[in-house]
């Protein structure tokens, strides 16, 4: 099947640890990102990848890494987790259309830091 | 700051009527304009996009979009409850990025 997929589903684990979330995708889409649902179902965007490189990075603090080893993966890593952390995250690629970007989302990667 | 403003609802409508969501953006230079819808627990997806004033129709939904009002608006007719979810407008100004309205509940009862 053609699709995002992220892995793990979910993510349960406690203050002050370090995880990540990967993702892949296999729509041959030159851009990557990652986006944060909060409890109140606001997405927004975290980081953005095109072809590997960084090119977009919204303000998140530095204990967020992203890292894309080719085009087709962007995986996040995060350190020392924190409460406000709990969230579902997002990866999404895109690819240009006729009516602009065109951004198609994984399942989800439900992290609750207890 | 370039907002993207949708009203949280819930908006109930019952079977077979129209349901109207309606969303307001501040960016005069966007360009294109998406709505995805979500069920709860899963991933947004893509189902229509606009990029010129007027209507856009594709089966039971109708994309309107309006530049001079900064106003777009997604109509659903003959609303089933399986299109009970909350629904996103999304912006993008000509750049790699979306921006997201914060969703609509739409709630369609038999």
């Known amino acids: 099947d053609t699709a995002v997929s992220q892995t793990p589903k979910y993510l349960v684990t406690q203050m002050g640890n370090d995880k990540s979330i990967k993702c892949e995708q296999n729509l041959g889409h030159d851009t990557m990102y990652w986006y944060k649902q909060d409890s109140k179902k606001f997405l927004k965007i975290m980081f953005s990848y095109n072809n590997k490189e960084l090119i977009i990075n919204e303000t998140v603090p530095n204990r967020f890494s992203p890292k894309s080893p080719d085009k087709a993966h962007l995986n996040l890593h995060i350190n020392s987790l924190e409460l406000g952390d709990s969230a579902v995250y997002f990866c999404?690629?895109?690819?240009?259309?006729?009516?602009?970007?065109?951004?198609?989302f994984g399942p989800g990667t439900r992290l609750t830091v207890l | 700051q370039k907002e993207v403003e949708q009203n949280s609802g819930p908006l109930s409508v019952p079977e077979g009527a129209i349901a109207s969501l309606n969303c307001t953006y501040s960016d005069r230079v966007s360009q294109s304009f998406f709505w995805y819808r979500q069920y709860s627990g899963k991933s947004p997806e893509l189902i229509m996009s606009i990029y010129s004033n007027g209507d856009k129709e594709d089966g039971r939904f109708t994309a309107q979009l309006n530049k001079a009002s900064q106003y777009v608006s997604l109509l659903i007719r003959d609303s089933q409850p399986s299109d009970s979810a909350t629904y996103l407008c999304a912006v993008n100004e000509g750049t790699d990025k979306l921006i997201f309205g914060t969703g609509t509940r739409l709630q369609v009862f038999p």
């Open positions: 999404a690629s895109s690819r240009p259309g006729l009516a602009g970007v065109q951004e198609f």
